[in-house]
């Protein structure tokens, strides 16, 4: 089954046609909501909104292992991230879609793996490559047949948040070779590899990252929600497509 986990914009999939909600319990705790299962085109998938329904929940206090865990509990075996970030690149302004291809992680403090505690013994995983590329394919593919224009990949920095950050951090991470920064790609994606889910992102640029484009003085929160409500309808068309045919 097909897991969508929603993002800032996305806390509903209106092309879902809902036919269940369940309130899981993990091992981890709870999951940031209710999982809403449902149909889009010829399959099933399990939604899950990142921040709850309501949007209550930062991007550091996200339970990511609740959500991984819960999803995997109820049968996901795909995962497709749909988030929200700065661009950092002058070519990637708002509205642009992206489907990164790596991960840099400036993150503290978050629960970051599955195997810890005394009796669980010492596990690495690969995550030379941390999406997965057949699933990636999958989502350019689907962009490409409905003719949506999408980024095929770029260098996500997963930052702390929930403030924003420097235009001198901002420098730092396009140094470092970041395209574009977000809040909740990590721990999310090792946890997926950890439970052994194909997990990929769909990027959506809000807005340019601090002292970039038009946030050279300041990042203008107000156009942010418009970008964002565009964007996420050619999200949900992007996904459709990809559930349009059977897994
Ligand atoms: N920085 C970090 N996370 C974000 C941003 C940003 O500029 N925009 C949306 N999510």
Redesign the pocket.
């Known amino acids: 089954m097909l897991a969508i986990i929603g993002g ?1 914009g996305l806390t509903q999939l209106s092309s879902l046609e809902v036919n269940r909600r369940e309130i899981v319990r993990t091992p981890y705790g709870e999951p940031s909501g209710a999982l809403l299962f449902g149909r889009i085109g010829a399959q099933d998938v399990v939604f899950l909104a990142r921040h709850g329904f309501g949007h209550t929940i930062p991007p550091h206090d996200v339970n990511y292992c609740a959500n991984i865990a819960g999803l995997r509990q109820v049968g996901a075996t795909r995962v497709v991230s749909v ?4 661009g950092i690149r002058n070519d990637l302004g708002p509205g642009t879609l992206l489907v990164p291809h790596q991960i840099i992680d400036y993150t503290w403090g978050r629960k970051m793996t599955f195997h810890e505690g005394a009796d669980s013994p010492v596990t690495h995983i690969d995550f030379t490559d941390p999406y997965d590329a057949g699933l990636r394919g999958a989502l350019l593919d689907a962009a490409a047949a409905i003719g949506e224009p999408i980024v095929d990949g770029g260098v996500y920095a997963a ?1 702390q ?1 929930p403030r ?2 420097t235009a001198a951090e901002i420098n730092r991470l396009e140094r470092d070779g970041a395209d574009v ?3 909740t790609g990590m721990p999310e994606a090792a946890l997926a590899r950890e439970a052994g889910l194909a997990y990929a992102a769909i990027a959506v ?6 002292g970039r484009g038009e ?1 050279a003085h300041g ?1 203008e929160f107000a156009t ?1 929600e418009a970008t964002l409500h565009a964007a996420m309808a050619r999200v949900r068309g992007v996904l459709s497509r990809l559930c349009q045919a059977p897994a």
């Open positions: 800032s988030a929200s970030v700065g930052t948040g924003l950050e920064v977000g809040m640029v809000a807005n340019f990252a601090a946030s990042i942010i």
